[in-house]
Protein backbone atom coordinates (compact mmCIF):
# COMPACT_ATOMS: atom_id res chain seq x y z
CA UNK A 1 0.00 0.00 0.00
CA UNK A 2 1.53 3.36 -1.15
CA UNK A 3 0.42 6.74 -2.28
CA UNK A 4 1.68 7.12 -6.02
CA UNK A 5 4.65 8.93 -6.32
CA UNK A 6 3.46 12.08 -7.82
CA UNK A 7 0.76 12.72 -5.39
CA UNK A 8 -0.20 16.30 -4.53
CA UNK A 9 0.51 16.99 -1.12
CA UNK A 10 -1.04 20.78 0.46
CA UNK A 11 -2.92 22.73 1.80
CA UNK A 12 -5.71 24.53 1.50
CA UNK A 13 -7.18 28.58 1.50
CA UNK A 14 -10.16 31.02 0.30
CA UNK A 15 -9.35 34.46 0.02
CA UNK A 16 -12.27 35.45 1.80
CA UNK A 17 -11.20 34.05 4.62
CA UNK A 18 -7.39 34.58 4.59
CA UNK A 19 -6.67 37.24 2.42
CA UNK A 20 -7.75 40.71 3.47
CA UNK A 21 -6.62 43.63 2.06
CA UNK A 22 -10.22 44.37 1.34
CA UNK A 23 -10.40 47.68 -0.29
CA UNK A 24 -6.67 47.44 -1.57
CA UNK A 25 -5.74 47.38 -5.07
CA UNK A 26 -8.46 48.87 -6.49
CA UNK A 27 -10.70 45.67 -4.81
CA UNK A 28 -15.01 46.09 -5.03
CA UNK A 29 -16.61 45.13 -1.77
CA UNK A 30 -17.70 41.42 -1.86
CA UNK A 31 -20.81 39.77 -0.53
CA UNK A 32 -18.51 38.27 2.14
CA UNK A 33 -17.02 41.65 3.32
CA UNK A 34 -20.63 42.42 5.22
CA UNK A 35 -20.67 39.15 6.80
CA UNK A 36 -20.28 39.92 10.88
CA UNK A 37 -18.82 37.67 12.57
CA UNK A 38 -20.31 35.03 13.53
CA UNK A 39 -23.55 35.91 11.59
CA UNK A 40 -22.96 33.47 8.27
CA UNK A 41 -24.35 30.71 9.70
CA UNK A 42 -28.27 32.57 10.47
CA UNK A 43 -27.44 34.34 7.25
CA UNK A 44 -26.25 32.23 4.88
CA UNK A 45 -29.42 30.76 3.23
CA UNK A 46 -31.39 33.89 3.83
CA UNK A 47 -33.61 34.75 0.58
CA UNK A 48 -34.37 38.35 0.78
CA UNK A 49 -35.98 41.25 -1.56
CA UNK A 50 -34.51 43.51 -3.24
CA UNK A 51 -36.47 47.13 -3.19
CA UNK A 52 -37.07 46.68 -6.84
CA UNK A 53 -38.61 42.82 -6.06
CA UNK A 54 -35.79 41.51 -7.15
CA UNK A 55 -34.90 37.81 -5.48
CA UNK A 56 -31.68 37.51 -3.74
CA UNK A 57 -29.39 35.07 -1.53
CA UNK A 58 -27.22 36.08 1.03
CA UNK A 59 -27.23 38.46 4.04
CA UNK A 60 -29.66 41.33 5.12
CA UNK A 61 -27.25 44.04 4.62
CA UNK A 62 -26.98 45.45 7.63
CA UNK A 63 -27.26 49.06 6.04
CA UNK A 64 -28.47 52.79 7.63
CA UNK A 65 -31.54 54.72 6.00
CA UNK A 66 -29.19 56.43 3.19
CA UNK A 67 -27.89 52.66 2.31
CA UNK A 68 -24.60 52.85 3.33
CA UNK A 69 -22.85 49.99 5.25
CA UNK A 70 -23.44 50.23 9.58
CA UNK A 71 -20.47 51.25 10.87
CA UNK A 72 -19.66 49.71 14.63
CA UNK A 73 -19.64 46.13 13.42
CA UNK A 74 -16.49 43.75 13.28
CA UNK A 75 -15.82 42.25 10.06
CA UNK A 76 -13.20 39.46 10.39
CA UNK A 77 -12.87 39.13 6.87
CA UNK A 78 -11.66 42.51 6.40
CA UNK A 79 -8.31 41.88 7.37
CA UNK A 80 -7.91 38.13 7.79
CA UNK A 81 -4.60 37.00 8.20
CA UNK A 82 -3.56 39.61 5.86
CA UNK A 83 -2.17 36.90 3.23
CA UNK A 84 -1.99 39.86 0.85
CA UNK A 85 1.38 41.40 2.51
CA UNK A 86 2.32 37.86 4.18
CA UNK A 87 2.03 35.86 1.03
CA UNK A 88 5.97 35.92 0.56
CA UNK A 89 6.26 34.72 3.84
CA UNK A 90 3.13 32.46 4.03
CA UNK A 91 4.49 30.51 1.15
CA UNK A 92 8.26 30.00 2.10
CA UNK A 93 6.50 28.18 5.05
CA UNK A 94 4.58 25.98 2.69
CA UNK A 95 7.52 24.95 0.64
CA UNK A 96 9.33 24.63 4.17
CA UNK A 97 6.67 21.80 4.76
CA UNK A 98 7.12 20.47 1.12
CA UNK A 99 4.06 21.95 -0.28
CA UNK A 100 3.53 20.11 -3.88
CA UNK A 101 0.03 22.07 -3.86
CA UNK A 102 -1.92 25.12 -2.45
CA UNK A 103 -4.85 25.81 -2.84
CA UNK A 104 -6.13 29.30 -2.65
CA UNK A 105 -9.04 30.75 -4.27
CA UNK A 106 -9.23 34.47 -6.23
CA UNK A 107 -11.25 37.29 -5.00
CA UNK A 108 -13.83 37.99 -7.92
CA UNK A 109 -14.55 41.86 -6.80
CA UNK A 110 -10.06 41.86 -7.01
CA UNK A 111 -10.56 41.37 -10.19
CA UNK A 112 -13.73 43.08 -11.62
CA UNK A 113 -14.54 45.39 -8.77
CA UNK A 114 -18.72 45.22 -9.66
CA UNK A 115 -18.40 42.51 -11.21
CA UNK A 116 -20.26 43.40 -14.81
CA UNK A 117 -17.13 45.65 -16.17
CA UNK A 118 -15.66 44.32 -19.36
CA UNK A 119 -11.86 45.39 -18.52
CA UNK A 120 -10.31 43.70 -16.04
CA UNK A 121 -8.16 45.65 -12.92
CA UNK A 122 -5.05 45.24 -13.65
CA UNK A 123 -3.55 45.72 -9.83
CA UNK A 124 -5.77 42.74 -9.30
CA UNK A 125 -4.54 40.58 -12.18
CA UNK A 126 -0.85 41.28 -10.78
CA UNK A 127 -1.31 40.43 -7.44
CA UNK A 128 -2.14 36.92 -8.18
CA UNK A 129 0.75 37.02 -10.90
CA UNK A 130 3.07 37.40 -7.87
CA UNK A 131 1.50 35.70 -5.84
CA UNK A 132 1.84 32.04 -8.38
CA UNK A 133 5.63 33.14 -9.20
CA UNK A 134 5.81 33.04 -5.77
CA UNK A 135 4.66 29.51 -5.69
CA UNK A 136 6.37 28.59 -9.02
CA UNK A 137 10.17 29.53 -7.23
CA UNK A 138 9.46 26.81 -4.82
CA UNK A 139 7.93 23.90 -7.69
CA UNK A 140 4.15 24.22 -5.84
CA UNK A 141 1.20 23.82 -8.09
CA UNK A 142 -1.80 26.17 -7.62
CA UNK A 143 -4.97 24.73 -7.56
CA UNK A 144 -7.29 27.52 -8.15
CA UNK A 145 -11.51 28.20 -6.80
CA UNK A 146 -12.93 30.37 -9.29
CA UNK A 147 -15.49 31.40 -6.78
CA UNK A 148 -15.24 30.28 -3.10
CA UNK A 149 -18.24 31.56 -1.07
CA UNK A 150 -18.06 34.84 -2.90
CA UNK A 151 -19.43 37.27 -5.44
CA UNK A 152 -19.55 40.83 -5.42
CA UNK A 153 -21.98 42.83 -3.71
CA UNK A 154 -22.77 45.02 -6.81
CA UNK A 155 -24.19 42.49 -8.58
CA UNK A 156 -25.84 41.05 -5.75
CA UNK A 157 -27.24 44.58 -5.12
CA UNK A 158 -27.91 45.17 -8.88
CA UNK A 159 -28.59 42.21 -10.01
CA UNK A 160 -30.15 40.00 -7.61
CA UNK A 161 -26.97 38.18 -7.27
CA UNK A 162 -27.76 34.34 -9.05
CA UNK A 163 -31.22 34.37 -9.09
CA UNK A 164 -30.64 36.39 -12.23
CA UNK A 165 -29.64 34.55 -15.44
CA UNK A 166 -26.95 37.19 -16.47
CA UNK A 167 -25.07 36.33 -13.57
CA UNK A 168 -23.74 33.59 -16.30
CA UNK A 169 -22.31 35.71 -18.57
CA UNK A 170 -20.46 37.54 -15.36
CA UNK A 171 -19.04 34.44 -14.18
CA UNK A 172 -18.32 32.89 -17.63
CA UNK A 173 -16.26 36.63 -18.40
CA UNK A 174 -14.74 36.33 -14.87
CA UNK A 175 -13.70 32.64 -15.42
CA UNK A 176 -12.15 33.40 -18.80
CA UNK A 177 -10.16 36.05 -17.85
CA UNK A 178 -8.63 34.04 -15.34
CA UNK A 179 -7.79 31.51 -18.27
CA UNK A 180 -6.23 33.35 -20.35
CA UNK A 181 -4.35 35.52 -18.19
CA UNK A 182 -2.85 32.98 -15.72
CA UNK A 183 -2.82 29.87 -18.54
CA UNK A 184 0.71 29.23 -18.25
CA UNK A 185 0.64 29.22 -14.63
CA UNK A 186 -2.42 27.65 -13.21
CA UNK A 187 -3.12 23.79 -14.82
CA UNK A 188 -5.66 23.08 -11.98
CA UNK A 189 -8.79 24.83 -11.35
CA UNK A 190 -11.99 24.56 -9.53
CA UNK A 191 -15.24 26.10 -10.41
CA UNK A 192 -17.62 26.70 -7.46
CA UNK A 193 -16.72 26.06 -3.78
CA UNK A 194 -19.64 23.14 -2.32
CA UNK A 195 -21.59 23.81 -4.86
CA UNK A 196 -24.18 21.83 -3.22
CA UNK A 197 -24.20 23.58 -0.10
CA UNK A 198 -27.26 25.51 -1.80
CA UNK A 199 -29.34 22.39 -1.63
CA UNK A 200 -27.73 20.77 1.81
CA UNK A 201 -27.95 23.29 4.24
CA UNK A 202 -31.62 24.80 3.48
CA UNK A 203 -33.26 22.66 5.69
CA UNK A 204 -30.69 24.04 8.55
CA UNK A 205 -32.44 27.47 7.44
CA UNK A 206 -35.57 29.26 9.06
CA UNK A 207 -36.90 29.65 5.44
CA UNK A 208 -36.75 26.39 3.97
CA UNK A 209 -40.44 26.64 2.50
CA UNK A 210 -41.19 25.76 -1.21
CA UNK A 211 -40.19 29.46 -2.67
CA UNK A 212 -36.43 29.01 -1.10
CA UNK A 213 -36.20 25.43 -2.22
CA UNK A 214 -37.47 27.24 -6.10
CA UNK A 215 -34.68 30.08 -5.58
CA UNK A 216 -32.06 27.73 -4.34
CA UNK A 217 -32.80 25.09 -7.32
CA UNK A 218 -32.83 27.75 -10.05
CA UNK A 219 -29.42 29.74 -8.68
CA UNK A 220 -28.04 26.13 -8.88
CA UNK A 221 -28.88 25.71 -12.02
CA UNK A 222 -27.68 29.09 -13.69
CA UNK A 223 -24.38 28.05 -11.49
CA UNK A 224 -23.98 24.30 -13.03
CA UNK A 225 -24.59 26.17 -16.45
CA UNK A 226 -21.74 28.79 -15.48
CA UNK A 227 -19.50 26.04 -14.54
CA UNK A 228 -19.93 24.10 -17.67
CA UNK A 229 -19.75 27.03 -20.15
CA UNK A 230 -16.59 27.78 -18.04
CA UNK A 231 -14.94 24.58 -18.48
CA UNK A 232 -15.76 24.12 -22.18
CA UNK A 233 -13.73 27.27 -22.49
CA UNK A 234 -11.19 26.30 -20.24
CA UNK A 235 -10.51 23.96 -22.12
CA UNK A 236 -9.81 25.88 -25.62
CA UNK A 237 -8.09 28.03 -23.79
CA UNK A 238 -6.03 25.50 -22.86
CA UNK A 239 -6.35 22.00 -23.28
CA UNK A 240 -4.18 20.90 -20.64
CA UNK A 241 -6.13 22.62 -18.03
CA UNK A 242 -7.78 20.13 -15.32
CA UNK A 243 -10.97 21.46 -14.53
CA UNK A 244 -12.88 20.10 -11.08
CA UNK A 245 -16.13 20.48 -9.52
CA UNK A 246 -15.82 20.74 -5.61
CA UNK A 247 -18.61 19.29 -3.41
CA UNK A 248 -19.44 19.61 0.39
CA UNK A 249 -18.91 15.56 0.88
CA UNK A 250 -20.68 14.68 4.20
CA UNK A 251 -21.32 10.97 4.38
CA UNK A 252 -24.82 10.21 5.64
CA UNK A 253 -25.88 6.79 7.39
CA UNK A 254 -29.26 5.44 8.23
CA UNK A 255 -30.00 5.38 11.93
CA UNK A 256 -31.63 1.72 12.10
CA UNK A 257 -32.47 -0.82 10.04
CA UNK A 258 -35.71 0.25 9.56
CA UNK A 259 -36.40 0.61 5.45
CA UNK A 260 -37.76 3.75 5.90
CA UNK A 261 -34.29 5.42 7.35
CA UNK A 262 -32.65 3.09 4.25
CA UNK A 263 -34.81 5.00 1.81
CA UNK A 264 -34.40 8.67 3.67
CA UNK A 265 -30.55 8.30 3.78
CA UNK A 266 -30.40 7.25 -0.17
CA UNK A 267 -32.79 10.27 -0.70
CA UNK A 268 -30.32 12.48 1.22
CA UNK A 269 -27.53 11.52 -0.85
CA UNK A 270 -29.48 12.01 -4.12
CA UNK A 271 -30.30 15.35 -2.98
CA UNK A 272 -27.11 16.32 -1.05
CA UNK A 273 -24.18 14.61 -3.07
CA UNK A 274 -25.32 13.36 -6.27
CA UNK A 275 -27.88 15.88 -7.63
CA UNK A 276 -24.50 17.95 -8.22
CA UNK A 277 -21.86 15.51 -8.19
CA UNK A 278 -24.13 13.97 -11.79
CA UNK A 279 -24.82 17.00 -13.40
CA UNK A 280 -21.06 18.61 -13.27
CA UNK A 281 -20.02 15.16 -13.89
CA UNK A 282 -22.47 13.51 -16.41
CA UNK A 283 -23.45 16.70 -17.93
CA UNK A 284 -27.00 16.23 -17.47
CA UNK A 285 -29.53 15.94 -14.52
CA UNK A 286 -30.22 12.61 -12.62
CA UNK A 287 -33.69 11.07 -13.08
CA UNK A 288 -34.47 11.47 -9.52
CA UNK A 289 -34.26 15.11 -10.42
CA UNK A 290 -37.88 14.81 -11.04
CA UNK A 291 -38.88 13.58 -7.78
CA UNK A 292 -36.36 16.53 -5.77
CA UNK A 293 -38.14 19.25 -7.75
CA UNK A 294 -41.68 17.74 -7.53
CA UNK A 295 -41.11 17.32 -3.88
CA UNK A 296 -41.26 21.26 -3.44
CA UNK A 297 -43.49 22.17 -6.47
CA UNK A 298 -40.37 23.84 -7.63
CA UNK A 299 -40.15 24.67 -11.81
CA UNK A 300 -37.15 25.73 -13.17
CA UNK A 301 -35.73 28.05 -16.02
CA UNK A 302 -33.93 25.64 -17.90
CA UNK A 303 -33.26 26.35 -21.63
CA UNK A 304 -32.64 23.77 -24.62
CA UNK A 305 -29.35 25.14 -24.68
CA UNK A 306 -28.52 25.25 -21.44
CA UNK A 307 -28.47 21.46 -21.91
CA UNK A 308 -26.29 21.30 -24.60
CA UNK A 309 -23.90 23.65 -22.50
CA UNK A 310 -24.39 21.11 -19.26
CA UNK A 311 -23.35 18.21 -21.94
CA UNK A 312 -20.29 20.14 -23.26
CA UNK A 313 -18.97 21.12 -20.48
CA UNK A 314 -18.25 18.07 -18.12
CA UNK A 315 -15.25 18.50 -14.82
CA UNK A 316 -11.80 16.95 -15.53
CA UNK A 317 -11.68 16.25 -11.91
CA UNK A 318 -14.05 15.73 -8.85
CA UNK A 319 -12.72 16.84 -6.02
CA UNK A 320 -14.77 17.69 -2.27
CA UNK A 321 -14.42 18.48 0.99
CA UNK A 322 -14.50 15.85 3.48
CA UNK A 323 -14.70 16.98 7.76
CA UNK A 324 -17.62 14.74 8.64
CA UNK A 325 -20.26 12.03 8.67
CA UNK A 326 -23.98 12.31 9.47
CA UNK A 327 -27.47 10.35 10.05
CA UNK A 328 -30.34 10.27 8.91
CA UNK A 329 -33.36 9.04 10.66
CA UNK A 330 -37.63 9.00 9.97
CA UNK A 331 -37.73 8.20 13.97
CA UNK A 332 -38.38 10.49 16.30
CA UNK A 333 -36.82 11.73 19.81
CA UNK A 334 -33.68 11.31 18.78
CA UNK A 335 -30.47 13.36 19.83
CA UNK A 336 -29.94 16.16 17.40
CA UNK A 337 -26.25 17.29 16.84
CA UNK A 338 -26.05 20.87 16.99
CA UNK A 339 -22.71 23.40 15.99
CA UNK A 340 -21.81 24.81 12.97
CA UNK A 341 -23.31 23.50 9.82
CA UNK A 342 -23.57 19.92 11.35
CA UNK A 343 -27.06 17.95 11.09
CA UNK A 344 -29.41 15.13 11.48
CA UNK A 345 -28.85 12.86 14.84
CA UNK A 346 -26.13 11.56 17.20
CA UNK A 347 -23.87 8.68 16.12
CA UNK A 348 -23.01 6.83 19.21
CA UNK A 349 -20.08 5.16 17.13
CA UNK A 350 -18.49 8.64 17.08
CA UNK A 351 -16.49 11.17 18.75
CA UNK A 352 -17.51 14.53 18.30
CA UNK A 353 -15.38 17.98 18.19
CA UNK A 354 -16.53 21.14 20.33
CA UNK A 355 -18.31 22.15 16.84
CA UNK A 356 -20.60 18.79 16.93
CA UNK A 357 -18.39 17.67 13.93
CA UNK A 358 -18.42 13.85 13.77
CA UNK A 359 -15.00 12.34 13.81
CA UNK A 360 -15.31 9.71 11.24
CA UNK A 361 -12.25 8.92 9.19
CA UNK A 362 -14.14 5.66 7.72
CA UNK A 363 -16.60 7.67 6.19
CA UNK A 364 -13.86 9.27 4.09
CA UNK A 365 -13.04 5.82 2.88
CA UNK A 366 -16.50 5.24 2.24
CA UNK A 367 -17.15 8.14 0.40
CA UNK A 368 -13.92 7.77 -1.75
CA UNK A 369 -14.77 4.40 -2.73
CA UNK A 370 -18.61 5.46 -3.20
CA UNK A 371 -17.70 7.97 -5.68
CA UNK A 372 -15.25 6.58 -7.55
CA UNK A 373 -17.43 4.25 -8.30
CA UNK A 374 -20.04 6.39 -9.61
CA UNK A 375 -18.28 8.91 -11.79
CA UNK A 376 -14.44 6.96 -12.33
CA UNK A 377 -12.94 10.12 -12.38
CA UNK A 378 -9.51 11.07 -10.59
CA UNK A 379 -10.13 12.30 -6.83
CA UNK A 380 -8.95 15.12 -4.71
CA UNK A 381 -9.51 15.96 -1.18
CA UNK A 382 -8.88 19.52 -0.96
CA UNK A 383 -10.35 20.38 2.50
CA UNK A 384 -10.13 18.13 5.48
CA UNK A 385 -9.20 18.69 9.07
CA UNK A 386 -9.82 19.91 13.03
CA UNK A 387 -11.16 23.12 14.11
CA UNK A 388 -10.11 23.46 17.44
CA UNK A 389 -8.77 26.12 19.84
CA UNK A 390 -5.00 26.07 19.83
CA UNK A 391 -2.88 27.79 22.71
CA UNK A 392 0.57 29.54 21.64
CA UNK A 393 2.57 28.56 24.72
CA UNK A 394 5.27 31.43 25.76
CA UNK A 395 7.81 29.60 24.17
CA UNK A 396 6.37 29.99 20.93
CA UNK A 397 5.05 26.24 19.99
CA UNK A 398 1.93 25.31 19.59
CA UNK A 399 1.00 21.26 20.39
CA UNK A 400 -2.05 19.89 19.10
CA UNK A 401 -1.38 16.15 19.09
CA UNK A 402 -5.10 16.15 18.30
CA UNK A 403 -5.06 17.50 14.99
CA UNK A 404 -1.97 15.38 13.94
CA UNK A 405 -4.17 12.42 15.47
CA UNK A 406 -7.46 14.00 13.51
CA UNK A 407 -5.18 13.71 9.66
CA UNK A 408 -3.23 10.65 10.92
CA UNK A 409 -6.48 8.70 10.80
CA UNK A 410 -7.92 10.63 7.76
CA UNK A 411 -4.35 10.12 5.62
CA UNK A 412 -4.79 6.15 6.45
CA UNK A 413 -8.26 5.91 5.17
CA UNK A 414 -6.87 7.28 1.51
CA UNK A 415 -4.74 4.68 1.23
CA UNK A 416 -6.61 2.04 2.07
CA UNK A 417 -8.96 3.86 -0.54
CA UNK A 418 -6.08 4.35 -3.10
CA UNK A 419 -5.29 0.03 -2.36
CA UNK A 420 -8.58 -0.72 -3.05
CA UNK A 421 -8.39 1.21 -6.33
CA UNK A 422 -9.67 4.31 -6.03
CA UNK A 423 -7.60 6.92 -8.54
CA UNK A 424 -7.25 9.64 -5.60
CA UNK A 425 -4.14 12.92 -6.54
CA UNK A 426 -4.16 14.67 -3.96
CA UNK A 427 -5.20 16.12 -0.44
CA UNK A 428 -5.10 19.44 0.89
CA UNK A 429 -5.52 20.00 4.46
CA UNK A 430 -8.10 23.01 5.34
CA UNK A 431 -7.00 26.11 6.34
CA UNK A 432 -2.90 25.02 6.46
CA UNK A 433 -2.34 28.40 7.43
CA UNK A 434 -4.70 29.33 10.58
CA UNK A 435 -7.71 31.76 9.10
CA UNK A 436 -11.35 33.51 9.92
CA UNK A 437 -13.46 30.35 10.35
CA UNK A 438 -16.62 30.45 7.32
CA UNK A 439 -19.26 28.58 9.91
CA UNK A 440 -18.14 31.15 13.11
CA UNK A 441 -16.91 34.32 11.75
CA UNK A 442 -13.86 33.86 13.78
CA UNK A 443 -10.24 33.02 14.22
CA UNK A 444 -10.78 30.79 17.03
CA UNK A 445 -12.18 27.38 15.60
CA UNK A 446 -8.59 27.09 13.89
CA UNK A 447 -7.39 24.67 11.63
CA UNK A 448 -3.70 25.22 10.37
CA UNK A 449 -0.63 23.99 10.65
CA UNK A 450 1.00 27.16 10.95
CA UNK A 451 -0.55 29.72 14.20
CA UNK A 452 -1.59 33.24 13.54
CA UNK A 453 -1.40 35.32 16.00
CA UNK A 454 -4.77 37.28 15.90
CA UNK A 455 -8.09 36.76 18.11
CA UNK A 456 -11.58 36.77 18.17
CA UNK A 457 -11.73 41.03 18.34
CA UNK A 458 -8.92 41.25 15.63
CA UNK A 459 -6.09 41.99 18.05
CA UNK A 460 -2.88 39.73 17.53
CA UNK A 461 0.37 41.06 15.81
CA UNK A 462 -0.11 38.41 12.49
CA UNK A 463 2.92 36.96 13.74
CA UNK A 464 3.21 32.88 11.97
CA UNK A 465 4.21 30.53 14.34
CA UNK A 466 5.21 26.94 13.58
CA UNK A 467 2.95 24.39 15.52
CA UNK A 468 3.45 20.74 16.15
CA UNK A 469 1.43 19.71 12.78
CA UNK A 470 3.46 21.51 10.92
CA UNK A 471 6.69 18.81 11.93
CA UNK A 472 4.39 16.14 11.68
CA UNK A 473 3.04 16.83 8.25
CA UNK A 474 6.46 17.84 6.89
CA UNK A 475 7.14 14.41 7.63
CA UNK A 476 4.38 13.33 6.03
CA UNK A 477 4.93 15.13 2.66
CA UNK A 478 8.82 14.08 2.70
CA UNK A 479 7.68 9.91 3.19
CA UNK A 480 5.12 10.33 0.56
CA UNK A 481 2.38 9.17 3.38
CA UNK A 482 4.33 6.16 4.81
CA UNK A 483 5.67 8.05 7.99
CA UNK A 484 2.51 9.01 9.98
C1 LIG B 1 -16.07 24.49 4.24
C2 LIG B 1 -15.68 25.73 3.49
C3 LIG B 1 -14.47 26.40 3.99
C4 LIG B 1 -14.15 26.21 5.45
C5 LIG B 1 -14.54 24.88 6.04
C6 LIG B 1 -14.52 24.80 7.53
O1 LIG B 1 -17.45 24.37 4.22
O2 LIG B 1 -15.46 25.46 2.14
O3 LIG B 1 -14.53 27.72 3.53
O4 LIG B 1 -14.31 27.29 6.22
O5 LIG B 1 -15.80 24.46 5.59
O6 LIG B 1 -15.67 25.36 8.07
P1 LIG B 1 -15.64 26.30 9.34
O7 LIG B 1 -14.76 27.43 8.98
O8 LIG B 1 -17.05 26.69 9.56
O9 LIG B 1 -15.11 25.47 10.43
Redesign the pocket.
Known sequence: MSFPKEFLWGGAT?AN?FEGAYKEGGRGLSMMDITTAGSLDQSRLVTYKFEDGKVGRGKVIPKDAKGAVLPGQYYPNHIGVDFYHHYKEDIALLADMGFKVFRMSISWSRIFPHGDEIQPNQKGLAFYHSVFQELKKYDIEPLVTIS??ETPLYLEEHYGGWSNRKMIDFYVHFAKTLFKEYKNEVKYWLTF??IN?TIMFLELSQESNDQAYQNAYQQLHYQYVASAKAVYEGHQINSQFEIGCMI?GIVSYPLTSDPKDILANRYAWEKNIFYSGDVQCKGSYPSFAKRLWQEHHVELDITESDLSDLKKGTVDLYTF?Y?MSSVITTHDNDEKVGG??SMGVKNPYLNYSQ?QWADDPLGLQYYLEMIYDRYHLPLMVV?NGL?AIDKLEKDGKVHDPYRIDYMREHIKAMEVAIDHGVNLIGYTS??CIDL?????GQMS?R?GLIYVDRDDQGNGTLARYKKDSFYWYKNVIHSNGQDL
Open positions: AQHYNETCSYNFWEGWGVSAGTKY
